[in-house]
């Protein structure tokens, strides 16, 4: 059954499991990858005006800036075999919208680059969309966090290698090295995480899939706030700068200068 993303943990709890659903292990699939049926119709007539009107639109576009300056999302030829990383979702009253598949490499957010999410089923690993690109590949992991707590409103899923290099030393939560993205197992990870921690924003980050790290909460302030914050404790942690190596190179004129 196609349930609405509100009531995909009733689902899960129904079933028991989702790992039944025809996901076969393997190795961990290239960034971006979609790993979810989908059906992307195109938006219904006067969404994409209703879209642009909506408040949270302006700070979810300049955390997006932000995020990308900081390389937390991005595309770049050396990292994640070229593949764009990084996504956002913000929830609305019946429904959830998530930047579409790779998109953030895009300079800027643009209305196309949305994707309406009206239905997921963890269950079926399916997703009902709406607009011009295919959702992001973390759309399931988004509908699960929305399902698991009506509080979260923000979700910001990010890759940061200093971050999730020293997510021990930062005591940050994490889903379990065994537990890819984008799959059931993440799906269900993530409501007992939820369920066990019930701080917001809340960061996570994923261990079975490399730097990856989602960040929850109210407003993509609080979640970007939050998130800048264990950067700069991340960043911290290397220590301080080193002295300057060649110092005498330089005489005393110059260093007055």
Known sequence: M????????????????VEHVENPAGPEPEEGTIQFGFELLPFALGEVETLAADPILPSLRAWRGI????????????????????????RRADDF????????????????????????????????????????????????????DHRIRC???????????NRTEL???????????????????????????QTRPLIFATAGHEDGIFVCGRTPQDCGTLLVQVLAKARALDGPPPARAEVGEYDAQSVTR
Request: proline share 5%; aromatic share 8%.
């Open 2 to 17: 196609l349930c609405p993303f509100e009531f995909t943990r009733i689902v899960l709890q129904v079933s028991g499991t």
């Open 67 to 90: 995020l990308r300056d900081l390389a937390l999302i991005g595309q770049t030829p050396e990292l994640y075999a070229g593949f764009a990383y990084g996504n956002l979702s913000f």
């Open 97 to 148: 919208v998530v930047t579409a598949s790779q998109t953030s490499g895009a300079a800027d957010l643009v209305l196309d680059d949305l994707v309406v999410v009206g239905q997921a089923s963890t269950e079926r690993f399916w997703v009902d969309a709406r607009g011009i690109a295919p959702p992001s590949s973390e759309s399931i992991t988004h509908a699960m966090l929305y399902a698991a």
């Open 155 to 165: 979700v910001l899923h990010v890759h940061n290698p200093v971050i999730w290099g």
């Open 171 to 197: 005591q940050l939560l994490e889903t379990g090295a065994d537990v890819g993205y984008g799959t059931p197992a993440m799906a269900s990870a993530v409501a007992q995480l939820l369920d066990g921690h």
